[in-house]
């Protein structure tokens, strides 16, 4: 866990240095997070005002509920902050509101309880139809922001702790009545800016953007064991225009999970993910690094990631849908990876997930088209790649290029690549991809090389 840690940040300071160097010292590093102005506050408050009390023992939930009530009914100009000072706070989950920056001083937690029986519950999210993992309603996650604009989480790198070990054991031991909850999740929002705070132990996915534009995470590091289920890192869902930057995760599921709705809940939803910039990320995973899907019936496009560095993973990129699932997923470009140490470098795959019930439609195809893949190092690679597509919906445009995934030494039965139901071009990919890959003359993937 330190290794990559520090990997992670000589990365991020020599981009920095050679920025600098190749460039003139004022230019910045690229970056999406311009989509959201970082505001700055006209009022202060701190949780203290409102009886918060950092002992790490006493509960603080009226005191979150009433400094964000304060927040909501004043609408003072200009947006408040409201400010938590070090110590630990302990809290049963919260509403945000709009126009409200949650500032985590250095040393702040602010602590979820673990109190399942009385978290509340909401209602299923229409694009999935019922909870993820439990029919019905959900618990609510710790932090919840619905239909709020311009709110922001931010500090001093203070920490936000799930505590999920209560919820992860119901899960092993399959005594879960509802679906988990969220550590973070933001629905029907915009304008939301998650930066320089740590994430820690959700009990389900940690942060989820979902019926939101406009959202920036950076400067985050998101932590949860390996063995945690589905811990996801950052789950855009049915979201446009999603900045994830700079960030260290480490869980125990994907990294970054590109989605949009289940089976014909997410088709009827209709909800696309757009315009989804991932860039400069580090991390470790049993799962993916970069995944899109498998929930993506609303159709996924417009994604982007580059500068990705991964260790001690499962796969690094992962496209994953499913008959069923009806939806596309289009114009994915990840460039600039480098995976050290995983099972599958690239995995693209048509059989994964489950349905909802028994009602979603086995005709509902996925698209998949336009998938482009290049400046891969790899080593420590168990398998370069697997490809299998739907035999009645090939995956279309898949472009390959400057991708070497060696470091196996032991030899191993399985085959370097594996590809069914798929058409696309590979250049200058090494070990020598599949035919699929290299037969395919009709130079579509010109318009994806660029
Ligand atoms: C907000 O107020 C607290 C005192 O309540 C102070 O310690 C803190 O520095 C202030 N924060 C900002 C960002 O103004
Ligand atoms: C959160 O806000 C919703 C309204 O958006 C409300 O129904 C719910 O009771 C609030 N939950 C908590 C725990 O404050
Ligand atoms: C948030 O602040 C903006 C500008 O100050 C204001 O126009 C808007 O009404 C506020 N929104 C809410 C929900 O208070
Ligand atoms: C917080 O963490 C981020 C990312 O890990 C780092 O870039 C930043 O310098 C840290 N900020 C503080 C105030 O420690
Ligand atoms: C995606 O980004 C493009 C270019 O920045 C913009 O024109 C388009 O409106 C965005 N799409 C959505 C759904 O916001």
């Excluded at 003072?76 to 938590?84: A, K, N, S």
């Excluded at 898949?398 to 030494?409: M, P, Q, R």
């Amino acid at each position: 866990m330190l290794l990559p840690l520090l990997f992670f940040f000589l990365s991020v300071l020599l981009l920095f240095n050679s920025t600098n160097y190749s460039r003139a010292a004022e230019v910045a590093p690229v970056t999406c997070s311009d989509i959201v102005p970082f505001p700055r506050r006209a009022h202060n408050i701190s949780i203290t005002d409102y009886g918060g009390v950092g002992d790490g023992r006493a509960i603080n939930t009226k005191a979150f509920k009433e400094a964000v009530y304060a927040i909501q009914h004043l609408k003072r100009e200009g947006g408040t902050l409201l400010y938590v000072p070090p110590g630990v706070y302990l809290t049963g989950p919260f509403n945000l509101t709009s126009n409200i920056t949650l500032y985590l001083a250095a040393g702040a937690v602010i602590k979820a309880t673990q109190d399942s029986l009385t978290w509340p519950l909401i209602p299923p999210l229409p694009s999935y139809g019922r909870g993820r993992e439990r029919p019905g309603e959900r618990y609510m996650s710790f932090i919840h922001g619905d239909g709020v604009q311009d709110v922001v989480i931010t500090g001093e790198n203070g920490t936000i702790d799930g505590q999920g070990d209560v919820w992860w054991n119901m899960w092993r031991q399959r005594t879960l009545q509802f679906t988990r909850p969220n550590l973070v999740e933001f629905l029907n929002s915009r304008n939301i800016i998650i930066s320089n705070v740590i994430f820690k132990n959700s009990p389900f996915w940690n942060i989820h953007p979902v019926y939101c534009s406009n959202v920036v995470v950076r400067f985050v590091t998101i932590l949860a064991p390996r063995d945690s289920p589905n811990t996801d890192g950052v789950d855009p869902d049915s979201s446009s225009n999603v900045c994830i930057e700079d960030s260290y995760i480490s869980t125990g599921d994907d990294l970054v999970a590109v989605k949009s709705g289940w089976d014909e809940y997410g088709i009827a939803y209709g909800r696309p993910s757009s315009n989804i910039t991932i860039r400069r990320v580090t991390g470790s995973s049993p799962f993916a690094g970069i995944a899109v899907g498998s929930e993506a019936s609303g159709g996924v496009e417009n994604v982007l990631a580059e500068h990705i560095n991964l260790f001690s993973m499962g796969v690094g990129i992962h496209i994953k849908t499913n008959a069923g699932r009806g939806g596309y997923i289009k114009d994915i470009k990840v460039s600039d990876m480098y995976v050290e140490d995983a099972r599958k470098g690239i995995k693209i795959s048509g059989n994964v997930g489950d349905h909802p019930d028994d009602k979603y439609d086995p005709n509902a195809l996925p698209v998949v088209k336009g998938i482009t893949i290049k400046n891969v190092w790899g080593v420590k690679v168990l398998q370069a790649g697997l490809i299998q597509g739907l035999r009645n919906s090939p995956f279309t445009d898949i472009c390959f290029s400057d991708i070497n995934l060696h470091g196996v030494t032991r030899p191993s039965r399985t085959p370097k690549w594996q590809c069914s139901d798929v058409s696309g071009s590979a250049h200058q990919v090494s070990p020598s991809p599949c035919s699929e890959l290299i037969s395919y003359q009709s130079g579509s993937c010109a318009n994806y090389y660029s």
